[in-house]
């Protein structure tokens, strides 16, 4: 299954301007929060995580939230997804695999998931 999402890099900043940490509490992981820090990159978290649970068929959702999304970077820098195992349980996930893109105004991203 793919999904993608795109997101205005303008709306999260007005998101975290307006609810300062906790909006950040409420969709990055304690480790993401640590590793992103500029605003076009975290749309692009935003992004990732809203086309892996559209992938999913739920969207962000009681069944898959956001803080059941990791996004991390690999040895190269290439972003890599990390599922709980409760999510990977639930959806028979056997691969998640995601591209993310950022451009002056966006982040996009796409998403590859595999389910048995």
Not at 44 to 71: M, N, R
């Amino acid at each position: 299954m793919i999904g993608v999402d795109i997101v205005s890099i303008a709306r999260i900043e007005k998101f975290i301007e307006r609810f300062e940490e906790r909006a950040l509490d409420r969709f990055l992981t304690q480790d993401e929060k640590k590793s992103f820090k500029k605003s076009s990159s975290i749309a692009g978290i935003w992004a990732a995580k809203e086309a892996i649970s559209k992938a999913l068929g739920c969207g962000i959702c009681a069944d898959c939230g956001f803080l059941d999304i990791e996004i991390y970077k690999d040895s190269r820098g290439a972003p890599k997804v990390r599922l709980k195992k409760e999510v990977i349980e639930r959806f028979s996930i056997k691969r998640c695999e995601i591209s993310i893109s950022h451009e002056k105004e966006y982040a996009i991203a796409y998403s590859f998931v595999e389910c048995s």
